[in-house]
Every structure is written in C-alpha cells, then in structure tokens.
C-alpha cells in the first residue's frame, strides 16, 4: 500500500488565461487547476523544478497528494493530467482533482513480478510476456496501491497469469468484468519456429499422397 501521503506545495495564481499563463513559465513555473470536491477550480502554480523531479520519480498519475497552498486549506489531490509541449516534451499545465478519503477513483496501477526463479518455463528458455504491464482498478482515495504482484513460479511454457490469481487490496476491483490475461510464458522463438516448420512440412506430405493417388487413379482409366 501507498505509504505516508506526500505533500505538494503550489502557489495561488491570481491572473488566468493564455497571459498569465505565459508568464507563470517564464517565471519557472507551471500552470495549473485544483478542481472537484463541489468548489469551485482554483488556479495554481506549481515550482517547475520540484514538478520534473516528482515526474521523474515515476507514478505520477497514480500518487494521492496532499495539496498545500498558501492561504488554502490542505487538500487531497491527485493528477488527472500533464500536458506538455509538443517539441520539447516538458510539462506546461497540470490538471488536479480534489478526492475525499472515501472517493473511488480509476487508475492504471503498476504490476511486479515474484517468482522467476522458480519458474520451469523460464528456466526451459520461455519468455515472460507482460501483457499488461499495468491494471486499470478502482481504488479508494485513501487506499492507493504503489502495485500489484503477480507470482509466476511453477508455471510452464503455455501457462498464463489472470487477474483472479491477483490479490488486490481491500475495497480495489478491476475496472474489465472479466478474467483477462495480465502474462504469459511464451516459447522461445526457436521452438516456435521449429513447431511451425514441423506444421508445414506435414501438409507437402498430405498433398504428394493426394498426388500420386489421383496419378494412379489416372493410370487405371487408361
């Protein structure tokens, strides 16, 4: 589970619109808006310094945060949005949602992986396929998971891992109503390759009997 709620400090902006919003980056700043929570948005600022570095740290979109703002009360938050520029790649607004501890809320949650060492299928050369490498799950606000865990020991190659073989925290439920498939032990491309090969060379077999039953059957009308 999602560990002590981290702080993220902003500053009040009192201008909007593309102007103010121009100049809260050259001031090294990014716009942006706290919405929700049955109030009406408030624009904000926040450090485009601190910004990147929690960017960078990853699961950004999935961090409940608890918002402080000067003059404001404290709030819990969680970013529903980053846009960016589309050249350079870097953030220039931000788009915050207010959340309640109780809110359900949907988020893509990240998916680690126990057992490798212990699993036949690897160790016979078969490939760990992720096709999910993250879940979409509603979650309690106050109940976030950092992320789930699969465990892929004794599986084989053909075996796969779905999400009723999860244990998910307490009051979180995928968003998909059915058994997807989160992995996969693949074969290693040779083997496949050879299965393939071996498939196809059984057909010329098949047709070459046809062949030569229908050149018999030629032969005996003449």
């Known amino acids: 589970m999602a560990g002590e709620i981290p702080d993220l400090h902003a500053l009040a902006r009192t201008g909007t619109g593309k102007g103010a919003a121009r100049q809260a980056r050259r001031e090294g700043l990014v716009p942006g808006v706290v919405y929700g929570g049955g109030v009406d948005p408030l624009p904000v600022n926040i450090p485009y310094n601190m ?3 929690k960017l960078k740290e990853g699961r950004f979109l999935s961090t409940l945060f608890n918002l402080q703002v000067d003059g ?3 709030v819990r938050v969680i970013c529903r ?6 050249v350079r790649d870097l953030p220039i607004h931000v788009d915050f949602m207010r959340l309640k501890r109780t809110s359900k809320i ?3 949650i990240a998916v680690d992986v126990v057992g490798q060492d212990n699993c036949p299928g690897i160790k016979q050369g078969g490939l760990l396929v992720m096709v999910r490498p993250e879940v979409e799950l509603i979650v309690t606000a106050s109940e976030i998971p950092e992320s789930i865990t699969i465990d892929v020991e004794g599986l084989e190659i053909g075996d796969t891992v779905t999400i009723s073989s999860v244990v998910l925290p307490d009051g979180a439920k995928p968003t998909i109503d059915r058994d997807f498939v989160i992995a996969n032990i693949a074969a290693p491309s ?3 390759g050879a299965a393939d090969e071996e498939e196809e060379g059984e057909e010329p077999e098949g047709e070459e009997a046809d062949s030569e039953e229908a ?3 030629s ?3 003449e």
């Open 190 to 192: 040779g083997l496949a």
């Open 81 to 86: 949005s980053v846009q960016r520029d589309v």
């Open 106 to 108: 949907n988020l893509f």
């Open 215 to 217: 050149e018999e059957e």
């Open 72 to 74: 404001q009360d404290d």
């Open 219 to 221: 032969g005996d009308e």
């Open 51 to 53: 910004l990147f570095k």
